[in-house]
């Protein structure tokens, strides 16, 4: 099975890590069914927004150990009224945008 992912490019988890995706229900404050005691006590790898026609949402890379990884995408606008830390975190964290194209293609956004 392994060779038929090489061989097609398919995705697989074994090659490219674990994601979560968060909702409004979600506790960020505890996330332990995740790895996380506290979302907002992690310190990320990398954090990331990435902007989609009528929707953008946060990637947050979280590395647990030097082979485990941990990716959450968390849509904008849902969190920041909930948690107002939100913010800060993503003051402190956030480094790019990154524009979405739809034949699966990213690059970074200009400004």
């Known amino acids: ?3 038929y992912f090489k061989e097609v490019g398919e995705f697989n988890l ?3 890590g674990h994601m979560v995706v ?3 229900s979600d506790n960020l404050r505890d996330l ?3 790895g996380l005691n506290n979302f907002f006590n992690s310190v990320p ?3 990331e927004e990435i ?3 009528g929707f953008n949402v946060y990637q947050v890379s979280n ?3 030097n082979d485990y990884m941990m990716i959450f995408y968390l849509p904008k606008g849902e969190f920041e009224t909930i948690y107002p830390e939100m913010q800060d975190y993503l003051k402190q964290w956030q480094h790019q ?3 979405f194209k739809p034949n699966g293609n990213i690059k970074p956004c200009k400004g």
Do not use: G, R
Request: glycine share 0%; charged share 40%; hydrophobic share 40%.
């Open 32 to 34: 332990s069914e995740a």
């Open 63 to 65: 590395i647990y150990n």
């Open 97 to 99: 945008k990154i524009q």
């Open 14 to 16: 074994k090659e490219f």
């Open 1 to 3: 099975m392994e060779k």
């Open 51 to 53: 902007v989609m026609p």
């Open 45 to 47: 790898e990398a954090v």
């Open 22 to 24: 968060l909702e409004k």
